[in-house]
């Protein structure tokens, strides 16, 4: 009996921890999902990549903006032209992910660098009237 204890609390444990993991942000809640299984699907189908946009367009054409569970995290892919500007031009409500940070060590890191790309803050201003 204790046995099978202590193995329902690793479980609920192990439960809680992936859902920690890839719970939506509170910020993110109402932005569309696509689905990450299904583009693996296509993927893997050998499906094209004209058929795999049809799959998405009507998402991208009413909201403008979707989000995909990736690599660990929420990646937001956005459409309109107005929140491209938004985001790109308000990196303290936007603050972009550092090359150092997703691929720390990487020959990608190195060879790019700080740029206006993978910047923010006062470094991003200062590259952005280069």
């Not at 509170?26 to 799959?55: C, F, H, M």
């Not at 367009?57 to 938004?86: A, P, Q």
């Not at 985001?87 to 660098?113: H, N, R």
């Given at each position: 009996m204790n046995f099978l204890i202590i193995i329902l609390v690793l479980v609920s444990f192990v439960a809680?921890?992936?859902?920690?993991?890839?719970?939506?942000?509170?910020?993110?809640?109402?932005?569309?999902?696509?689905?990450?299984?299904?583009l693996l699907t296509a993927i893997y189908n050998k499906v094209g990549q004209d058929k795999r946009?049809?799959?998405?367009?009507?998402?991208?054409?009413?909201?403008?903006?979707?989000?995909?569970?990736?690599?660990?995290?929420?990646?937001?892919?956005?459409?309109?032209l107005g929140l491209v500007k938004d985001i790109v031009t308000k990196t303290d409500l936007y603050p972009k992910s550092l090359l150092d940070e997703s691929f720390p060590g990487s020959l990608f890191a190195q060879y790019y660098g700080t740029n206006i790309v993978f910047s923010n803050g006062d470094i991003w201003k200062r590259h952005r009237y280069i």
């Amino acid at each position: 009996m204790n046995f099978l204890i202590i193995i329902l609390v690793l479980v609920s444990f192990v439960a809680f921890r992936i859902y920690q993991k890839i719970r939506v942000p509170e910020g993110l809640k109402n932005v569309p999902i696509l689905s990450y299984l299904n583009l693996l699907t296509a993927i893997y189908n050998k499906v094209g990549q004209d058929k795999r946009w049809e799959d998405t367009r009507e998402i991208f054409e009413k909201e403008g903006i979707g989000k995909l569970w990736f690599n660990g995290e929420w990646i937001l892919i956005v459409t309109d032209l107005g929140l491209v500007k938004d985001i790109v031009t308000k990196t303290d409500l936007y603050p972009k992910s550092l090359l150092d940070e997703s691929f720390p060590g990487s020959l990608f890191a190195q060879y790019y660098g700080t740029n206006i790309v993978f910047s923010n803050g006062d470094i991003w201003k200062r590259h952005r009237y280069i």
